[in-house]
């Protein structure tokens, strides 16, 4: 940018910043009250986050007492400023302290809400967007509700939006003649204008459900604009999470490319703090120049910076954000300047509230001879007003964004402007506090703008390894990792039916019988074949091991580990592959197969720097003259009986662990996905373990895996499976059987009866969604599956039928399909015995939900949900590993931990609360080797989730966590007198 431009963006730059003079932003002048808390979060960050919390559940709170817990809770603590928290401590004390405190903070949240939103009712919005038309703003009209979480919230979206179209045009006419508002250099435009959210507007508009979100989304968004061209309207799409922004794109390419809407106004926002904003303006650019009316770009720097950051790192994605605000203001820049070199093809409307973008926006479009009335400046509704003044006085057009509804839905809003205000990058707060207006104004010192990473892994260095982060995910949101699955899922159809043999010593075994695994959604294809072992296997398998016991255990560990590093690039390699192993031979959905592979990486990563770790030896004392060590040492064969549910990790895990640990195993997988547990041998082979080290038994467990339980020579015993086998193998090991030497040690994990607790104060559009994927993902086939949902009475209502809406449109179909939500359970027993139990369970509950459009062919139960549960019935106690759960109503929190913890089953539990106490006493409470606060209850990742129960669910032992490999190991200590001759050497 030539010197001479930037000196006049700068100048109109400082006009626009001083144009307000001494008056600050009424964001800033609310009451005492709302002023000393947006001042101590400014300051404070830990009482910020407690604020905000506050304010997001206060619309869902029950009398005085409520609210007066709730603010105890979230702004009683470190940071809250002086004279508020006198106020509380004196509320206890006085007549109605309660009362008054709870009204306080009701009047003054709704005198911060009504600032931000324009109105509640129809009546209202109308008024309100006339009025703001008669001082010379123009209005984009937001309406607030951002959950859809079943098709009937949609419904209602649509319906209200047109409500408001219809409204606004009828009002319209009626207004003053404004030819700054009504026209630009390109023609007319229109008085009404509305903005509509995509994932408002269909219920699954996701990554992996993106066909049907799509059509649903589509075909609404139709119907609007239809109304729109009829009542001369323009309709804005805007931009939410980054999970949604391809395919926001994607519903704007099919409705803009609409013949029959071609002369319909129509807009789109671009947000400039996302890597890919320049190259998505470039498409949408293009599109709108094959338009008769332009699109509308609404550019703005985006609102969900902390989350996309804080999510990406957390699932190891690159973040799709710049990590600079400079970068994001650069890139603003550059947008700017790629929309006014393509005016006239895109209309362009610039939304911030930072003066130096808005003086670019100005300066650059006159330095391209584009007049002042040929773009426009929007800001938000309640928010700086004094820019809002400087602009207008500045003769621009100027359109205000305005969220229009109730309290509740407009919280999360709500929180956002209140998030931004008080940022630490924010203009608004910049300015109110008094910082260095020329600092703020410079031009960003940005030469060259990180571009889009693709999410990537590293192998880990054997002999360095860095500290353990759990594998990423497979980023769905991009739609070059779904074609790619798609091609994997594709090739692995038409993949020949795997044979699967043996490993013993190293040696490839058939078996004169064989055992078939079939497709649970097309039982007729034949997947793999696999040996069938016996008693003689195992005992030649086990003879293997032992053989080679002595030379594994003394390998170092560091040695054993690179095994485990190796196995474990192996598997990211082949990622895709094993993952749509599983899809065909497990009934896999996508997501789920993908998580599956990753935790079996995870596994490998995990306990080989374990194993490191622990070769140091543990802390003990040593005194003078003295040198005490404590070491530990594999403790021998281990026995590996794994299950189908996790056909991958949890094999592949235990397996790990054993060998890590200095142990050779003997791997038994489940007959039911033998092909997707031989990659377990694969990776290992591809990784140089020694033959011998790794036996592999494909079989039935009443033959060979009660062998191995019995072996003398097996001194561990690893289990995942039902409880009626995991008890008849406890039992089995715990027998002393002649030659044997040690007492076996049996690591068991044995199912569940998991509950979640929807407390009082829980926000049903976060609750419903946690319960249904902990439910109904992989068809409730999950021992750590939600079977047991526990909803207090103040917000059954709420949460209730809307769960079993959203269970009534869960997607079901094979695995093989991308936007399959629940597919076929395993195999015909299951499918038996599920279905006897769905057609008995009216005698224990209410059926709300049993559904039966499911595919006729392949083994499907069709997702069920019964309410009313009896406690006592064996609907409400029982396992039954499928996709059916039972609700139980609970008076208050006491009743419904009680509930929860009354099963024989202790393996996962949770609660959805915005009580920091409730969340509290859960943590502390709950009857569960696991559990999860406001999340789904499965999912657990390996180190940080260490997974596990007690009870009848498992003796206690935790998968990927830092004990897990001393249950594999036997410690030694030795002491040493280092006293010779009177002489101690010196420590």
């Known amino acids: 940018m030539g010197d001479d431009l930037e000196s006049r963006v700068a100048a109109t730059a400082r006009r626009i910043a001083e144009a307000g003079g001494d008056e600050s932003s009424s964001v800033y002048h609310l009451s005492w009250w709302s002023e000393r808390l947006l001042e101590s979060a400014m300051d404070e960050p830990a009482f910020k986050a407690g604020l905000f919390r506050f304010v997001d559940v206060f619309p869902a709170l029950d009398g005085d007492d409520d609210v007066a817990r709730h603010i105890e809770e979230y702004m009683g603590g470190e940071g809250a400023p002086r004279a508020l928290g006198l106020g509380m401590g004196a509320a206890d004390h006085v007549p ?249 093809e895109v209309r362009a409307a610039f939304g911030s509230h930072n003066p130096r973008s808005l003086a670019y926006a100005v300066e650059y479009a006159r330095e391209r001879g584009i007049p002042d009335d040929g773009y426009e400046i929007q800001m938000l509704h309640g928010m700086a007003e004094p820019l809002q003044h400087a602009v207008a006085r500045l003769g621009h057009r100027l359109r205000l964004y305005a969220p229009v509804g109730e309290l509740v839905p407009g919280m999360a809003y709500l929180v956002r402007r209140l998030l931004e205000n008080t940022s630490n990058e924010s203009f608004v707060r910049h300015h109110h506090a008094g910082h260095d207006l020329d600092r703020l104004i410079a031009a960003p010192d940005i030469d060259r703008l990180p571009e889009r990473e693709e999410a990537h892994r590293d192998d880990t260095d054997p002999d360095d390894p860095a500290p353990h982060r759990a594998e990423p995910l497979r980023e769905w949101r991009r739609a070059p990792v779904r074609a790619a699955f798609a091609v994997a899922v594709e090739d692995g159809a038409g993949d020949a039916v795997r044979d699967v043999p043996a490993l013993i010593g190293g040696e490839a075994v058939t078996t004169a019988r064989t055992i078939d695994s079939v497709d649970p959604g097309r039982p007729d294809r034949v997947v ?162 020694p033959d011998g080290v790794l036996g592999f038994l494909p079989g039935r467990g009443e033959e060979v895996g009660a062998r191995l339980v019995e072996h003398p020579d097996v001194a561990v015993v690893a289990f995942t499976g039902s409880q009626e086998v995991g008890l008849a193998l406890n039992a089995a090991a715990a027998v002393h059987r002649p030659g044997q030497r040690h007492v076996k040690r049996v690591i068991a994990e044995m199912g569940g009866k998991n509950a979640l607790v929807v407390d009082a104060d829980a926000d049903p559009d976060q609750a419903v969604p946690i319960a249904v994927r902990s439910a109904f993902g992989y068809s409730g086939q999950k021992c750590s599956a939600l079977s047991r949902l526990i909803v207090l009475d103040r917000v059954w209502d709420a949460v209730v039928p809307r769960l079993v809406d959203a269970v009534r449109e869960l997607a079901v179909g094979p695995a093989q399909e991308m936007g399959t939500q629940v597919g076929p359970v395993i195999e015909a027993e299951a499918q038996a015995r599920l279905r006897e139990v769905v057609a008995g369970a009216g005698r224990h509950g209410t059926v709300a939900l049993a559904r039966d459009d499911v595919p006729g062919d392949g083994f499907y139960v069709g997702p069920t949900v019964v309410t009313e549960v009896d406690p006592a019935s064996p609907l409400a106690r029982d396992e039954h590993f499928g996709p059916v759960l039972s609700v139980f109503r609970a008076a208050d929190l006491d009743e419904a931990l009680a509930l929860a913890n009354d099963t024989d089953f202790a393996l996962t539990a949770g609660i959805c609360t915005r009580s920091p106490s409730h969340a509290a006493r859960a943590r502390d409470e709950l009857r569960a080797g696991n559990v999860y606060i406001n999340r789904d209850i499965t999912g657990a990742v390996v180190g940080r989730h260490p997974f596990g129960g007690h009870g009848l669910s498992g003796v206690g032992s935790k998968a990927g966590g830092p004990d897990h490999l001393l249950r594999m190991m036997n410690p030694r200590a030795s002491s040493e007198n280092t006293i010779r001759q009177g002489f101690a050497p010196e420590t």
């Not at 530990?632 to 895990?653: D, K, M, Q, R, S």
Request: proline share 5%; charged share 25%.
């Open 96 to 344: 109605f302290g309660h009362r008054l405190e709870a009204r306080v903070a009701e009047r003054n949240i709704r005198r911060m809400a009504e600032q931000f939103i324009l109105g509640s009712t129809t009546d209202e919005v109308v008024d309100g967007v006339a009025r703001l038309w008669a001082s010379g703003i123009a209005t984009t009209v937001d309406l607030l509700g951002e959950k859809t979480v079943v098709a009937a919230d949609a419904d209602r979206y649509e319906e209200r939006v047109r409500q408001v179209l219809h409204a606004l045009a009828d009002a319209a006419p009626g207004w003053t003649d404004d030819l700054r508002l009504e026209a630009d250099d390109l023609g007319s435009l229109p008085r009404v204008n509305v903005s509509v959210k995509p994932t408002a507007l269909a219920a699954h508009l996701e990554p992996l459900t993106c066909e049907a979100g799509l059509e649903a989304a589509s075909s609404r968004l139709r119907s609007l604009l239809r109304v729109a061209g009829e009542r001369g309207a323009t309709v804005h799409i805007d931009m939410e999470h980054a999970d949604a922004k391809d395919l926001t794109l994607a519903l704007l390419r099919e409705v803009a490319t609409d013949p029959e809407l071609d002369q319909v106004d129509l807009g789109v926002v671009i947000q400039a703090y996302l890597r890919d904003a320049r190259q998505d303006l470039a498409d949408v650019i293009a599109l709108s120049s094959r338009r008769a009316r332009p699109l509308t770009v609404r550019l703005v720097k985006g609102a969900y910076w902390d989350t996309e950051t804080t999510l990406s790192a957390a699932a190891g994605w690159p973040p799709p954000v710049f990590a600079e605000k400079r970068q994001t203001d650069a890139s603003y820049e550059r947008c700017t300047q790629l929309l006014h070199d393509h005016h006239g």
């Open 528 to 689: 793999a074949r696999s040996a069938s072992c016996g008693a003689s296997e195992a005992d030649a398998a086990v003879a293997a091991a032992a053989e080679v016991a002595e030379r594994w255990r003394r390998t170092p560990a560091p040695e054993r580990a690179a095994v485990l590093f190796r196995a474990a690039a192996w598997m990211r390699a082949h990622r895709d592959a094993l993952a749509a192993r599983e899809v065909h031979e497990a009934a896999k959905p996508w997501d789920q197969a993908d998580a599956d592979v990753c935790e079996a990486i995870d596994f490998c990563e995990y306990y080989g720097r374990e194993a490191r770790r622990l070769a140091a030896g543990g802390e003990v004392e040593s005194p003078p003259g003295e040198h005490d060590v404590l070491t530990y040492e594999g403790a021998g064969v281990t026995a590996v009986i794994a299950p189908w549910n996790f056909p991958l990790a949890i094999p592949c895990g235990m397996t790990a662990a054993a060998i890590a640990a200095g142990n050779p195993a003997v791997l038994k997988p489940a007959e039911q996905t033998p092909g997707v547990a031989l990659a377990v041998v694969e990776a290992f082979a591809a990784a140089g373990l």
